[in-house]
């Protein structure tokens, strides 16, 4: 069975451009996370979708970051413009039901702003 | 939010020797989970626990959620080199189930 698919695994921008992230979850999980990993640190969670839904988006700074689950399958995360202190990993997680605590993680996008 | 603190934050170890790290909070977890992080990759889940006083092992992992549901403890036995990583401990909180993730403990061992 796949895992979590993530893409780009690499991305390298100039400040100030977009940047997306791509995520495609296991097969069947209707519930998907999008973390931000710093370096040396945990992963931290931006928002979390119950299929289309967003039901904890309390992390996600909204000026820049946006996502979308349209189908309630893939996901999108969106950053513009992005900034110098956005480098970090971001890391896409699906679980089966809301209240599942066993999340399985994709490999992570790894964000460098220049 | 709730923190859990790890320690240590990093380890040089020998190959074979036994290693144990701990995870502690302020605030009662109802579930302890451990992950381990390979440079380059996501968390992989290595243990649950759900049970106060329990302990689970995985091959020649074996983890403790603590009596006062405060912390839990992992212990690696006979390590080998591909036990290289950074081992996390989280736990869900809130009512949203978030997943709130220690800093990790880098892990190293030598040959």
């Known amino acids: 069975e796949a895992g979590v698919v993530q893409s780009p695994r690499y991305k390298i921008i100039e400040k100030k451009q977009p940047v997306a992230f791509w995520c495609n979850p296991i097969?069947?999980?209707?519930?998907l996370y999008w973390y931000l990993q710093n370096l040396g640190q945990g992963p931290e969670l931006l928002i979390r979708y119950e299929n289309e839904e967003a039901v904890d988006d309390s992390q996600l700074p909204k000026d820049r970051f946006s996502a979308e689950r349209l189908k309630g399958v893939d996901s999108t995360l969106k950053i513009q413009p992005a900034e110098l202190g956005d480098s970090a990993v971001y890391l896409c997680a699906s679980s089966f039901g809301a209240g599942s605590d066993t999340q399985y993680f994709g490999p992570g996008t790894r964000l460098t702003v220049l | 939010g709730q923190q859990l603190n790890q320690s240590p934050q990093s380890m040089f170890i020998q190959e074979g020797e036994d290693v144990s790290m701990n995870c502690t909070s302020s605030?009662?977890?109802?579930?302890w989970l451990w992950y381990k992080q390979d440079p380059g990759e996501g968390p992989v889940l290595l243990i649950a626990?759900?049970?106060?006083?329990e302990l689970t092992s995985n091959g020649r992992l074996t983890a403790q959620f603590g009596i006062t549901r405060k912390d839990s403890f992992l212990n690696i036995s006979a390590s080998i080199p591909s036990d290289v990583g950074i081992y996390f401990c989280a736990g869900p909180s809130g009512s949203a189930r978030q997943l709130t993730f220690g800093s990790g403990t880098q892990l190293t061992v030598l040959p």
């Open positions: 626990l759900y049970k106060a006083g």
């Open positions: 097969s069947g999980h209707n519930t």
């Open positions: 605030s009662i977890f109802n579930t």
